[in-house]
């Protein structure tokens, strides 16, 4: 009998001892679970966190080419204004050099429009009356003054230009040293 207690005694202590194997047993198989579940989320955050990475360098490219691609608009751009800012300075002397030249004709104009005034103005000598064979001397004399007179005014008129063109070169030399100021008439 002895024998048979120490007998239920060792089984009772098997089976305490066997409880807490099994609860040992069921923790750890809880543990490796959760380490499982853990792993997989750790993977997937991985695999977001490769994603996301080649996203950022995606986003990166396109924002250097829209850089690269702004740049270039910014430098044709201001390759333009160079080309409109130099046709503008190429108009502006074209329009000065015309007003000289205008500026000269409406002096050549006036000292002409003088001239004609000046020639319709002299005194004409009156036509006298002759015999016939007389009568042609004076239309010849007349023919002569008409002459002299149309030389006068040529005289004149090249004199009045030879004035307006010397102005014209000294208003074309002051303007060729110094191209940067326009020149302009008063």
Avoid: W
């Amino acid at each position: 009998m002895t024998q048979k207690i120490f007998g239920v005694l060792v089984a009772a202590a098997l089976v305490c001892a066997a409880t807490p194997a099994r609860a040992a047993n069921k923790e750890h198989q809880q543990m490796m679970a959760d380490l499982r579940m853990l792993q997989e989320q750790s993977q997937l955050l991985q695999n977001m966190l490769g994603t996301l990475a080649e996203a950022i360098k995606a986003v990166n490219t396109r924002l250097d080419q829209q850089g690269e691609t702004t740049r270039k608009a910014f430098a044709d751009q201001k390759l333009v204004i160079d080309n409109l800012t130099n046709d503008v300075r190429v108009i502006r002397e074209k329009l000065d050099d015309n007003n000289v030249r205008i500026g000269s004709l409406s002096q050549e104009v006036d000292s002409l429009r003088q001239s004609l005034q000046q020639a319709l103005q002299a005194p004409r000598p009156s036509p006298t009356t002759e015999p016939d064979a007389s009568a042609d001397r004076p239309r010849r004399r007349s023919a002569s003054r008409r002459r002299s007179s149309s030389t006068r005014r040529r005289a004149t008129t090249t004199r009045a230009s030879t004035s307006s063109r010397s102005a014209a070169s000294a208003t074309s030399s002051r303007a060729s040293r110094n191209p940067s100021r326009p020149t302009t008439r008063r």
